[in-house]
């Protein structure tokens, strides 16, 4: 099985309740992952702000695959996927959502995609993993 | 940290090409899983067609959290992100995309959100390691 693609899924615990829910800081930070990591949107990402105690959710459709943001500040939680077909370096993930989101705990996995060998790469295998 | 969901994570090799490149028919299969998993779309899916040997991507906001498809028909590669943040039960990744999309191998990955304890549960322990 060809290998299409890495995936970086990154869950931030103990965020600032009121950050989660600030979608413009939330599209600040996609639209700076989009620069730095030089991605290429194929289309306006789409936001949806939940009632009630519910968060933000965007998604952006990359010509490399795609970027999704969901926030939970009910449980002070935000994740994030990043799905990408061509190779990307690493982006700093946990410094960036302590400094943006006020993240306690960052935990980030990256895994490959199509590809059945070493699918899954533990935190604890050399991805990112930061505790405050 | 509190646990925020449950992702599945698909990758099926050896489609058929042309079912890679029918938007149509990818449409009418993420139609099928939100009828079957009681999803609920948050905004109308996004589609993108690529340009030569290009696939198709598809992404769809749900309350539930998100489902998107990407598609590489010169690998004959399709993969499903499905993220759900309610329980919701297994759907029958394997078979349906051997139906549908012609799929020779499907690896069905499924990871727990938000959790930073035992972050990773795979289908069958180590499952998906696989030698070649």
Known sequence: MALVGMEWIIDAAECDEGA???R??????????VKDLDLHPAAPAQWRS???????????LLTESHLAVHTFPEYRLA?????CCRERPEWPWAD???RNLGAGHVNVR???RGCAEADVALPEQGAARRER
Chains 1, 2 share one sequence.
């Open 20 to 22: 989660l829910r600030d």
């Open 24 to 33: 413009d800081r939330l599209r600040s930070l996609l639209d700076r992952i």
């Open 50 to 60: 939940f009632p009630g105690p519910g968060g933000v959710t965007g998604l952006l």
């Open 79 to 83: 994740t994030f996927n990043l799905y």
């Open 96 to 98: 960036e959502l302590v």
């Open 110 to 112: 990256r895994i490959t």
